[in-house]
């Protein structure tokens, strides 16, 4: 069992649109990213989840455009300042592999607490549109991998 753990991509400030959508360059790095993991299949979630906010609903249509992912479903408990519990819960009984779109600082203090088991222990720092692969191993959560958006070039054979 596998969970994704992405960061929305780069928005548009609030004070110039509270709506906060992503920025044309945004779009541009979930999308290479997104076309990175589908071209070398590092990740094939059985679903999306997405918080309400609209710069991750976009990052998160993005990536099930290029993966091909079956149900996208924006979802509460996935905010900034969401309490953990829902996400966690969810990651620990989803019936298979799981994206998860999200913001800072909630998706750090879930994956440090999938893995340490103390949200606060700070153990991955997340870029925006990058992905945070946790497996877990019987109870046990552990990283491993992780895809930093300035380190992935398109491919010009792929997709």
């Known amino acids: 069992?596998?969970?994704?753990?992405?960061?929305h991509a780069e928005a548009v400030p609030g004070d110039l649109d509270p709506e906060q959508p992503l920025?044309?360059?945004?779009?541009?790095t979930a999308r290479r990213v997104a076309r990175w993991l589908a071209a070398t299949g590092r990740a094939r979630p059985a679903e999306i989840l997405h918080s309400t906010?609209?710069?991750?609903?976009?990052?998160a249509e993005i990536f099930a455009r290029a993966l091909a992912t079956p149900p996208l479903r924006e979802v509460e408990?996935?905010?900034?300042?969401?309490?953990?519990?829902?996400a966690a819960e969810a990651a620990n009984s989803a019936p298979g592999d799981l994206m998860l779109v999200g913001h800072l600082p909630h998706l750090n203090r879930l994956a440090s607490f999938l893995?340490?088991?103390?949200?606060?222990?700070?153990?991955?720092?997340?870029?925006?549109?990058g992905v945070i692969c946790l497996e877990r191993r019987g109870t046990q959560w552990a990283i491993l991998w992780a895809v930093?958006?300035?380190l992935v070039v398109d491919n010009p054979a792929g997709p």
């Open 53 to 59: 906010k609209a710069r991750a609903k976009q990052t």
């Open 23 to 28: 920025t044309p360059a945004g779009r541009e």
């Open 115 to 129: 893995v340490s088991g103390d949200a606060g222990a700070d153990v991955v720092h997340f870029r925006q549109a």
């Open 148 to 150: 930093v958006p300035e």
């Open 77 to 86: 408990g996935l905010g900034p300042s969401d309490e953990i519990d829902p």
């Open 1 to 7: 069992m596998r969970v994704y753990l992405v960061q």
